[in-house]
């Protein structure tokens, strides 16, 4: 692996285009356009306020920043640096914005949800979308980019209405059988809308209405925590606050297979465990010069272990007085080639899951020393990423495990990544940094 530089940013804010030729970061109202190949300064743009939220045209020839705080917008084009857009949401607020799929609109959601703006780039028409529910996902756009999902909320009840994305004329409206709606989601072919709720109840819609299905596993308890697809829409499968996953199949909309995450493991083929050790150098090997950067060189280093079967993982029991409780599958995620499933349980948060799609089984286990702060595929091969807010990379694939210090000054602590659409490098994010590690393509972890 080779690492870059360091670079400044703020807010996390940090966007590969979707091209994979420009990287755009944000240092408080600067926003800076890099080539991802050279990391060379192409574009420097300066907005009026401290950027909230960034985000990339479908076709890259664009890029929005939003500032919550004052309501605006701002558009620049890569194209036409002196071109540029301000939508200003005035006294109505803005919490939210976003992209249109065809990368000529911009969807604005104002302050106690009372409606989504919709802006044209080309014409400079404005429509309006009322009723939007404030929910974790109200919104989404299907893959192929055609239709958008809308969850409402009118007359105490919930309605789910569908949009045709070219001239936003209503395709579809109809009331859904939920009584809080909590997110929806398409899959990933477009053909099936799933509803999920806070206590557990799963619905599953077809383009026209149709209720194909409802899924419940128990009642009168907190339910559904996480959801996702796999690419290739076969497989749905569902994180619970009972610790549990479930999978369930595209043709019955029926449990195929149900994953729990257990305190002590004694199933699975491998349980890797990061050991840490400190390097042993005394002081009267270390010259001044080396004293200034040992911080890199000579902090903790951490390996992969093999781990003899049972294994107990550390537990941490949540607080049943607070709220958001600590426990539950908050985090799913499918592999590129639907192959493999990776979890993560909030009262196990230093362990990753690895499960076996094929074979319904567990695959392997990673045990970390800290929190596990995210993980992430490789888009293109069955390559999990995580990190846990120190200076180490970890990957695993079903080759092994790899622990990697990240060799940057001053302490460089990974607290998220995004791999890069080719799969080729990784964005690292700090909480004031960035920095980018290029895989060499001969080596497989």
Same mark, same amino acid.
């Given at each position: 692996?080779?690492?870059?530089? !360091?670079?400044?940013?703020?807010?996390?804010?940090?966007?590969?285009?979707?091209?994979?030729?420009?990287?755009?970061?944000?240092?408080?109202?600067?926003?800076?356009?890099?080539?991802?190949?050279?990391?060379?300064?192409?574009? $420097?743009?300066?907005?009026?306020?401290?950027?909230?939220?960034?985000?990339?045209?479908?076709?890259?020839?664009?890029?929005?920043?939003?500032?919550?705080?004052?309501?605006?917008?701002?558009?620049?084009? $890569?194209?036409?640096?002196?071109?540029?857009?301000?939508?200003?949401?005035?006294?109505?607020?803005?919490?939210?914005?976003?992209?249109?799929?065809?990368?000529?609109?911009?969807?604005?959601?104002?302050?106690?949800?009372?409606?989504?703006?919709?802006? =044209?780039?080309?014409?400079?028409?404005? *429509?309006?979308?009322?009723?939007?529910?404030?929910?974790?996902?109200?919104?989404?756009?299907?893959?192929?980019?055609?239709?958008? %999902?809308? %969850?409402?909320?009118?007359?105490?009840?919930?309605?789910? *209405?569908?949009?045709?994305?070219?001239?936003?004329?209503?395709?579809?409206?109809?009331?859904?059988?939920?009584?809080?709606?909590?997110?929806?989601?398409? *899959? @990933?072919?477009?053909?099936?809308?799933?509803?999920?709720?806070?206590?557990?109840?799963?619905?599953?819609?077809?383009?026209?209405?149709?209720?194909?299905?409802?899924?419940? %596993?128990?009642?009168? =308890?907190?339910?559904?925590?996480?959801?996702?697809?796999?690419?290739? /829409?076969?497989?749905?499968?569902?994180?619970?606050?009972?610790?549990?996953? &479930?999978?369930? +199949?595209?043709?019955?909309?029926?449990?195929?297979?149900?994953?729990?995450? @257990?305190?002590?493991?004694?199933?699975?083929?491998?349980?890797?465990?990061?050991?840490?050790?400190?390097?042993?150098?005394?002081?009267?090997?270390?010259?001044?010069?080396?004293?200034?950067?040992?911080?890199?060189?000579?902090?903790?280093?951490?390996?992969?272990?093999? /781990?003899?079967?049972?294994?107990?993982? @550390? !537990?941490?029991?949540?607080?049943?007085? &607070? %709220?958001?409780?600590?426990?539950?599958?908050?985090?799913?995620?499918?592999?590129?080639?639907?192959?493999?499933?990776?979890?993560?349980?909030? +009262?196990?948060?230093?362990?990753?899951?690895?499960?076996?799609?094929?074979?319904?089984? $567990?695959?392997?286990?990673?045990?970390?020393? #800290?929190?596990?702060?995210?993980?992430?595929?490789? @888009?293109? &091969?069955? &390559?999990?990423?995580?990190?846990?807010?120190? *200076?180490? $990379?970890?990957?695993?694939?079903?080759?092994?495990?790899? #622990?990697?210090? !990240?060799?940057?000054?001053?302490?460089?602590?990974?607290?998220?990544? +995004?791999?890069?659409?080719?799969?080729?490098?990784?964005?690292?994010?700090?909480?004031?940094?960035?920095?980018?590690?290029?895989?060499?393509?001969?080596?497989?972890?």
């Amino acid at each position: 692996m080779n690492f870059s530089e !360091v670079f400044k940013q703020s807010n996390q804010l940090c966007k590969v285009s979707p091209d994979g030729k420009y990287l755009a970061t944000c240092v408080q109202y600067r926003l800076v356009i890099r080539d991802v190949n050279t990391l060379q300064i192409l574009n $420097l743009y300066t907005c009026l306020d401290q950027i909230s939220h960034m985000e990339w045209s479908s076709d890259s020839l664009f890029i929005l920043c939003a500032m919550y705080k004052r309501g605006l917008v701002q558009v620049w084009s $890569l194209e036409q640096p002196d071109w540029h857009c301000k939508i200003d949401e005035g006294s109505i607020g803005l919490v939210s914005s976003r992209w249109s799929p065809d990368g000529r609109h911009i969807l604005n959601t104002t302050e106690f949800h009372l409606r989504i703006t919709v802006w =044209s780039l080309c014409t400079k028409a404005v *429509s309006y979308i009322k009723y939007p529910k404030a929910c974790q996902k109200g919104l989404d756009f299907s893959r192929d980019g055609c239709y958008m %999902a809308l %969850a409402e909320r009118r007359d105490c009840k919930d309605y789910v *209405s569908i949009f045709v994305c070219d001239d936003w004329h209503l395709l579809r409206h109809f009331e859904t059988e939920t009584q809080d709606l909590s997110g929806l989601e398409w *899959s @990933p072919n477009g053909c099936v809308l799933c509803l999920s709720c806070l206590q557990y109840k799963m619905l599953l819609y077809s383009l026209d209405g149709r209720l194909l299905s409802t899924y419940s %596993a128990y009642e009168w =308890s907190l339910g559904i925590k996480s959801v996702s697809w796999s690419p290739s /829409s076969q497989f749905l499968a569902i994180g619970s606050f009972d610790e549990k996953v &479930r999978i369930l +199949n595209h043709i019955t909309w029926k449990k195929i297979a149900q994953f729990e995450h @257990p305190a002590i493991i004694d199933n699975t083929k491998t349980v890797y465990k990061e050991i840490e050790k400190r390097p042993a150098v005394s002081s009267d090997e270390m010259s001044l010069h080396d004293i200034t950067v040992a911080s890199s060189l000579f902090s903790t280093q951490s390996k992969y272990d093999i /781990s003899p079967l049972p294994v107990q993982i @550390p !537990v941490v029991k949540p607080d049943p007085d &607070r %709220a958001n409780p600590k426990i539950g599958v908050s985090a799913l995620a499918f592999s590129s080639d639907s192959r493999y499933i990776a979890t993560k349980n909030d +009262n196990m948060a230093t362990a990753v899951w690895v499960w076996d799609m094929q074979k319904l089984r $567990l695959e392997a286990v990673l045990e970390q020393t #800290s929190t596990i702060r995210c993980f992430q595929w490789d @888009p293109r &091969r069955p &390559r999990l990423a995580l990190c846990t807010g120190n *200076s180490k $990379l970890y990957l695993w694939s079903p080759g092994g495990c790899v #622990s990697v210090q !990240v060799p940057a000054e001053g302490g460089f602590q990974v607290h998220s990544l +995004n791999w890069h659409c080719s799969g080729d490098s990784l964005i690292l994010i700090g909480k004031d940094q960035l920095c980018l590690c290029y895989m060499d393509k001969r080596v497989k972890y």
